[in-house]
């Protein structure tokens, strides 16, 4: 007779990863499932900012890590659900609405909120998972918390107004220093709710400051996540790596700081795509999706939703 073997035995059951559709503003929005028999607990990832699609991929930017589609494979292994969204307006959720730049954060938060109700049908017990843009959409989703919602994690998530982070990024490469006065007069004014014609900004600029993406970030850059995330006291992970060249550790320190309940990871040598660091190479963890996640980070959240979900 042949037996099992004891890996198999004793490993959750997981369903092959399936489309999952809900009502969006004009059309479905869409995110992949993936149901594990039994299941306690779901994650509802949630993307970064841009055309990033549920698999943690931006094609047109060269972005081709697979980051969201190795967590929820990772976490299925571990025995958590999960459902990795497409954002209103962006690949299959396309036709949700017919201009993606036309949405605010608070659009996303409620989006969020209606896939926790969803993901409630896979587990009892459902944990909002943002990555960098997507952890301010996860803070703001939850000032309404849905009954189901269970808590927050938190990767590689801003502790600062973005507006005042992009700038921070952009004086970083030595190569934007003639483009910085225009920069911080933009943002500026985009802070102060203003919009600038894009016609009068140097053409590298045009397309970063389109009047669409200049509305989009007016609402974006009025939220300051350290303060939205003072309104939530529920369990909360703040995961950061320690290479990553986008999110510093100033950003979980300040939302450690507004978060006391938190617990949080450091992930030595993981850059902005929760992967570790290659030397000499600081974006192939952008574009290699053949590249683990970063081997702390499964671990990480599976031990803190199984140590603060519903008993």
Known sequence: MRVAPLFFLFAPMMALAETVEIDGPAGPLAAEGIAVEEASHAVVIIPGSGPTDRDGNAPQGGMQSDSYK????????????SLRIDKRGFFASQTAIADPNDVTIGDYAQDARDWIARAADLAPCVWLAGHSEGGLVALVAAQSPPEALCGLILMATPGRPIGQLMLEQMRAM???????????????????????????????????????????????????PAVIAEGWTGPTLIVQGDADIQIKPLDADLLTHALPQAERVDLP???????????????????DPTLPLHGDLIPAISGFVDRHGRQ
Request: aromatic share 8%; glycine share 10%; no cysteine.
């Open 70 to 81: 190795m967590l929820a494979e990772g976490l299925a292994r571990a025995g958590i659900a």
């Open 174 to 224: 030595p190569g934007n220093a003639p483009l910085m006065p225009e920069l911080e007069a933009t943002v500026a004014e985009l802070e102060a709710g203003r919009t600038r014609d894009p016609v009068m900004l140097p053409g590298v600029l045009q397309p970063m400051f389109s009047l669409g993406v200049q509305r989009y970030m007016i609402d974006l850059f009025s939220y300051d």
């Open 269 to 287: 040598g993981a850059t902005h795509m929760l992967k570790t660091d290659v030397p000499g190479q600081p974006f192939v963890t952008y574009t």
